[in-house]
């Protein structure tokens, strides 16, 4: 009797919750002049990739309070769907998102995986599709019209640090440790390869699989270098700079780091040791343009935090698609025309800079050296270098470029590995 | 000389952390036979409850923090074994999907409690700084790991060889229904032995955090090292669990290092190996 009543109960709870759920779903129509401009947004809300998905969803409520709700004249409603961080995730929802909600756009998904899991989708579906995932293919040997990228590819920073560490620093013999996936081998192999070409050498490529709970077998092996380059991302910097520190090589060699690594919306969540690390970013919450100010002073009156690239990556995503509706007018469901629009976006003022598109749908931008300094108590990143206008392609010509393979773990070869 | 000197000790401390992670989960499955999948949840949320003591909101000292967090996780341990496991005695697929779900909403809710960002609390500052010695540096905290590792190896062992409790307790994981047959309340102790392990495992996940952080899939990676040193070591036995924990220690941090593509094969192939020859484990007795 009693297993009956408490599965009656259960059954009842189910029922609430499942009503719940459906009026959460269906929110009321909007009031406005025509159908609203429906954005679905492909985020990650649980499991261990929540963190980022999270800030990108941040990011984009900010945006679109700012806005009023409203880009180009038309009411946006925002579809939020949480893929769970993983590849059939991500394609099941961006099935709904199209199929069922019909959205105009698509921002997200977070990870690499799950945009390749989906580009095929949206291009024979012709939904516009804005990523924060880097996967180069992406926007290289495999773009896609309906793809365009406002964040950066994997290694589109990484050029840039492999100049600076090389041409300003002046370091000769580099080693880079990073997650043993392919985030990790393109921002490692953009790195290389500048690096190598300005007359460095890598001396050892060490690559920690993507869960690795204590660093210190990778960190020990490293010796008798100028620099260390790490890629790591979501919770894994904070882990790996600790055990840095603690083995005493803070203080003896200097830590270089992708966007991931030293993003600002992590600062909070490292120690001290974090002091002195800079970091080659397509964002920095340090930014001087007036739409970062707004952002970031947004950001901390709403959620205080300070936002990284994450959420940046949203925002200024939000601004190409208000871009593109104010330039379409009243043919912005087209979405052809819509993808062929967000293309051509160039805009001047944005939390990251300056921000236009080159064919294959990356964004050309600036990017930022930052170092991690403390101020009032607080780490922050502070701006010591900016690239203008930097392509994924850095300063290599786009055919030759694309020629080559596409950077893996040993592509291009590392030539100058020692024991 | 001086990277293997580095992964010597290292491996030792590592072994310590894995053995207040794996005791608990040793005793519960030797004890009641119930394949404890949340006890990487029990590492995470005791973990997550001792950075909230050490925020400077709270700003509890470091031991302290680490005890309250044992002492609330064996609460909930108790309570999640005396209302929910006990009506699955002797099911193992129920138990199994039991605290499968468990961990599950465990980490959902320490995601909305704690958010996504990686927690890490500061090494306590009379632990900070490193031993050097011969142009090895050696962190003092992983030295103290270690030692409150053995501190409670012996404890638990003394508890299980030479106390009343512990004589009850084996006598449990010989043969549970003799046992009762005797007047042993085993019930009773099924209770407290899945308290003492969920506090166990909380007691490691704050020690841990200094050096591991927290962040949400910290009990998903916990999980696996605690199956693998309790399959080497043996189930039941806390010398098992111990010898299992260094270890894997040792084989973590040597095979990555000197076989770094093979990281993952170096953990699990002993495990394969002792499963196939051994299947009672290096200590284990053979189950009757």
């Not at chain 1, 259960?10 to 002049?33: D, K, L, R, S, Y």
């Not at chain 1, 180069?136 to 600076?164: L, W």
């Not at chain 2, 973990?47 to 302290?64: C, H």
């Not at chain 2, 990555?256 to 299947?279: G, N, S």
Request: proline share 5%; glycine share 10%.
């Amino acid at each position: 009797m009693s297993r009956k009543l408490s599965r009656r109960t259960f059954m009842a709870g189910t029922a609430a919750a499942g009503a719940a759920a459906t009026t959460f779903n269906f929110p009321a129509p909007a009031i406005a002049q025509g159908a609203p401009f429906k954005i679905g947004l492909l985020t990650v809300k649980t499991g261990p990739l929540a963190q980022g998905g999270i800030q990108m969803e941040q990011g984009l409520s900010v945006f679109l309070k700012e806005k009023n709700n409203t880009l180009g004249g038309r009411k946006i409603e925002l579809i939020v769907a949480d893929t769970g961080g993983n590849p059939a995730g991500a394609k099941t929802k961006a099935q709904e998102v199209i199929e069922r909600d019909k959205v105009n756009v698509i921002l997200g998904p977070l990870a690499a995986f799950e945009l390749l899991a989906i580009t095929d989708y949206v291009r024979d579906n012709k939904t516009p599709l804005l990523s924060i995932a880097a996967a180069e293919d992406v926007t290289q040997r495999k773009a896609n019209p309906f793809v365009i990228r406002p964040s950066a590819t994997s290694a589109q920073c990484c050029h840039v640090m492999g100049d600076y560490a090389s041409k300003d620093l002046k370091y000769k013999r580099a080693a880079t440790i990073s997650e043993d996936f392919a985030f990790g081998y393109e921002q490692m192999s953009g790195f290389q390869r500048v690096f190598e070409d300005n007359g460095g050498k890598v001396v050892k490529k060490l690559w920690p699989p993507l869960v690795t709970p204590d660093y210190t077998p990778y960190i020990a092996q490293i010796k008798d270098v100028d620099c260390v380059f790490n890629g790591f991302a979501g919770s894994n910097p904070v882990k790996f700079m600790r055990a840095y520190a603690d083995l005493g090589l803070k203080a003896k060699i200097p830590l270089l780091s992708g966007w991931t690594a030293m993003d600002d919306a992590l600062l909070r969540s490292v120690g001290d040791e974090a002091i002195g690390v800079l970091s080659a970013a397509w964002y920095s919450a340090d930014g001087p343009t007036a739409s970062n100010k707004r952002f970031v002073a947004a950001m901390a009156k709403e959620f205080n935090v300070l936002p990284g690239g994450y959420s940046a990556g949203m925002y200024v995503a939000g601004q190409c698609v208000e871009a593109a509706i104010q330039k379409l007018g009243g043919k912005s469901d087209d979405r052809v025309a819509l993808a062929e629009a967000l293309h051509a976006v160039s805009l001047a003022d944005t939390p990251r800079g300056p921000v236009k598109f080159d064919k294959l749908g990356n964004v050309i931008g600036d990017v930022f050296i930052r170092k991690v300094e403390k101020k009032d108590g607080k780490l922050v990143n502070t701006i010591v270098k900016r690239y203008p206008s930097v392509s994924q392609f850095w300063t290599y010509q786009e055919a030759a470029f694309l020629a080559q393979p596409v950077y893996g773990r040993d592509a291009p070869p590392a030539k100058n590995l020692e024991q | 000389m001086t990277l293997w000197l580095t992964l010597a000790v290292n491996s030792i401390a590592l072994g310590g952390l894995l053995f207040l992670l794996s005791a608990g989960f040793s005793l519960i499955f030797g004890l009641m036979r119930i394949p404890n999948l949340m006890h990487g949840s029990f590492f995470m949320l005791g973990a997550y409850f001792g950075v909230t003591l050490l925020d400077n909101r709270i700003g509890m000292n470091f031991w302290a923090a680490a005890l309250v967090s044992a002492l609330a996780m064996a609460v909930i341990g108790g309570l999640v074994e005396r209302f929910l496991l006990r009506r699955l005695n002797g099911q193992e697929l129920p138990q199994v999907l039991l605290t499968l779900g468990l961990s599950f909403i465990i980490a959902d809710v320490c995601l909305m409690i704690w958010t996504g960002d990686p927690w890490q609390p500061p090494t306590p500052d009379h632990l900070r700084g490193v031993l050097q010695v011969a142009g090895v540096y050696f962190p003092y905290f992983r030295l103290v790991i270690v030692l409150v590792a053995v501190v409670i190896a012996v404890a638990l062992w003394l508890m299980v060889d030479w106390t009343r409790l512990g004589a009850m307790i084996r006598a449990g994981v010989d043969d549970a229904p003799i046992a009762r047959v005797v007047g042993i309340k085993v019930s009773q102790l099924f209770t407290l032995v899945f308290a003492l392990g969920a506090a166990l495992a909380a007691f490691g996940g704050v020690i841990g955090a200094p050096y591991l952080s927290v962040y949400p899939g910290l009990d998903a990676e916990m999980l696996p090292l605690a199956l693998i040193v309790v399959i080497l070591g043996g189930t039941g036995s806390l010398l098992g669990a111990l010898v299992g924990s260094f270890l894997i220690g040792f084989l973590y941090n040597f095979g990555q290092a000197m076989f770094p593509d093979l990281a993952y094969v170096i953990l699990f192939l002993p495990m394969l190996l002792v499963l196939v020859l051994r299947p009672q484990g290096l200590f284990g007795r053979v189950m009757t």
